[in-house]
């Protein structure tokens, strides 16, 4: 019951946050039926990782793909659907290699944006001849990405956006995301549009895995796709799937984050700022602990290569997964996500990998102790490092055995990183400390509401719950909070600042005032038998 009210909560709380962002994205909540079969939203939760492609041809002007044509000139709008075209021609599109690589990072499915929201589609489509069959590439690239992703032993997945400007421009129509106005044939001529386009989709391509509806109305499309691929995983249209963020709580239930490894979705050539790899794994780290996974984007360039920045991530990503994929495959929540910079994920409830996200200044052949106050051990318990066999380390003949320790204040872990992966022995990336045999502390942890916020003279009143309070044993909390500058800015915000402990009441509920005088985000924090639990994020806005 706790877990379908916190699933609950958080989504109330996702669409509550957001409605003070920029780039709103909402339409993941705009359709409320999921014939999703349970195989295959048990396949996404034991799938850490996934990659998105947005590729258009708009990806030759380096510009955001379709959005800017919503609020542009007639000239602006005439060129882009008239002379775009004629230069598109992604002669170095390779999906055999990027399906490699792709599965090299780990990823177990591929997502092609079919159509984005301007109407071009990247298919040999009968609706339209507004597509990639009418441009000097000529091909239907569609189907070699399907063939060479299917090759690589990946799942297929279509992006699909039923928004289509050129349809509004067609049939002159302004353009627009959010006040689209049609009479009634027009409307049914839309739908019968994009129902004939998705049944293209789904018998032109073979077997298709997954499904990404961007852009509403949804039901023509989940219904014709259901129809005729009944084994098809929809994520946005059936599942949560924030975007650009990371859920700031554990979820139960199925769900992604799709994130681009810069600020853009497809190629922006300039003025992009790329998230280095050891924050992608974080990302990645940060999705699997909380119960979800990573749908993490590239845009390839004009030509279809991908842009180096975007390989050396991914190649960067490999490296990690090819030392740590157990951590990351087929696993579980632990009863809480994170202690400090050190998250966790589990199988089997008895397993536990202690994921050491702060190990850039942890240098070759340094012991390092972490307590572990989260887990209990047994008389079975035993510890190692992932990729390392911690019996020798090279040039050296230290002594790089694993060690553990049952304490009052917690299990105390001795490793030392003994496995070299950089030539300059400077590997800043995540260590795993596998620990098997372990148990919980507790056997169920707090579900920590982050409240609401009002303005006063000081500053915020910030306010929380336990909502299992009377099953749980906790005395103190506080908020932690960090300056908010929008939704894309927030992955690349700083530290949080942990507010002064508060009691809590009887009932569960407790409260705290903060000087914050601008826009801020927050979280509740609960202390558990020497655990810290946090709640979903929130945002103050001053």
């Keep these: 019951?706790?877990?379908?009210?916190?699933?609950?909560?958080?989504?109330?709380?996702?669409?509550?946050?957001?409605?003070?962002?920029?780039?709103?994205?909402?339409?993941?909540?705009?359709?409320?039926?999921?014939?999703?079969?349970?195989?295959?939203?048990?396949?996404?939760?034991?799938?850490?990782?996934?990659?998105?492609?947005?590729?258009?041809?708009?990806s030759q002007l380096g510009v955001v793909i379709s959005h800017s044509l919503v609020g542009a000139s007639d000239d602006y709008v005439n060129r882009y659907f008239n002379e775009l075209p004629k230069t598109f021609d992604p002669s170095k599109f390779d999906p055999h290699q990027i399906a490699t690589l792709a599965k090299l990072a780990g990823m177990k499915y591929i997502v092609f944006t079919t159509k984005h929201h301007s109407g071009f589609c990247m298919w040999d489509t009968k609706t339209t001849g507004f597509n990639i069959t009418h441009t000097p590439y000529k091909k239907d690239l569609l189907k070699e990405f399907v063939n060479a992703t299917r090759e690589a032993g990946l799942q297929v997945g279509f992006y699909f956006s039923p928004e289509d400007f050129n349809f509004l421009r067609d049939h002159h129509i302004p353009i627009s995301r959010t006040d689209v106005k049609m009479d009634a044939q027009t409307r049914h001529e839309y739908d019968e549009y994009t129902r004939k386009q998705c049944e293209e989709l789904m018998t032109n391509y073979g077997k298709i895995d997954v499904l990404f509806i961007d852009g509403d109305p949804k039901e023509v499309v989940k219904q014709t796709c259901w129809k005729l691929q009944p084994d098809l995983l929809i994520t946005r249209g059936a599942i949560k799937t924030p975007e650009q963020i990371m859920p700031g709580a554990m979820i139960n239930e199925p769900w992604l984050s799709c994130i681009t490894m810069g600020t853009a979705w497809g190629y922006q050539p300039t003025n992009e700022r790329y998230k280095s790899g050891n924050q992608l794994i974080g990302l990645l780290i940060e999705a699997r602990a909380k119960g979800g996974s990573l749908l993490l984007n590239v845009g390839p360039k004009p030509d279809g290569a991908l842009p180096i920045e975007q390989e050396e991530r991914l190649r960067e990503m490999s490296a990690w997964y090819f030392v740590n994929r157990e951590c990351i495959d087929s696993v579980r929540s632990w009863v809480i996500s994170k202690e400090g910079d050190t998250w966790f994920t589990a199988k089997n409830g008895h397993t536990l990998y202690a994921i050491v996200t702060n190990a850039a200044g942890w240098k070759e052949g340094a012991r390092k102790i972490f307590l572990i106050r989260s887990?209990?051990?047994?008389?079975?318990?035993?510890?190692s490092v992932l990729g390392q066999n911690s019996k020798v380390i090279e040039y050296k003949t230290d002594d790089v055995s694993c060690r553990y320790k049952q304490t009052d204040r917690g299990l105390e872990v001795s490793v030392v990183k003994a496995q070299r992966i950089y030539d300059d022995h400077r590997w800043p990336n995540p260590v795993v400390i596998k620990l098997e045999n372990v148990a919980p502390v507790f056997k169920e942890a707090a579900i920590v509401e982050t409240g609401a916020s009002s303005k006063t003279k000081a500053g915020a009143v910030l306010k929380g719950k336990i909502l299992n309070y009377k099953s749980i044993s906790a005395k103190r909390a506080r908020f932690d909070y960090r300056p908010y500058h929008g939704q894309v800015e927030t992955l690349y915000a700083g530290k949080w600042t942990a507010g002064t402990w508060v009691n809590i009441k009887t009932d569960g509920t407790f409260e705290a005032i903060l000087p914050l005088k601008a826009d801020y985000e927050y979280k509740a924090v609960v202390e558990q038998a020497n655990v810290e639990i946090e709640g979903e994020n929130k945002l103050f806005k001053q």
């Design 1 to 58: 019951m706790y877990k379908k009210y916190l699933f609950f909560l958080l989504v109330l709380c996702g669409i509550q946050t957001a409605s003070a962002q920029n780039d709103l994205v909402k339409d993941d909540n705009a359709s409320n039926y999921n014939l999703n079969k349970p195989e295959r939203e048990l396949w996404l939760k034991n799938t850490g990782l996934g990659l998105f492609i947005h590729f258009s041809m708009d």
């Design 375 to 383: 887990a209990i051990a047994t008389i079975k318990t035993q510890v």
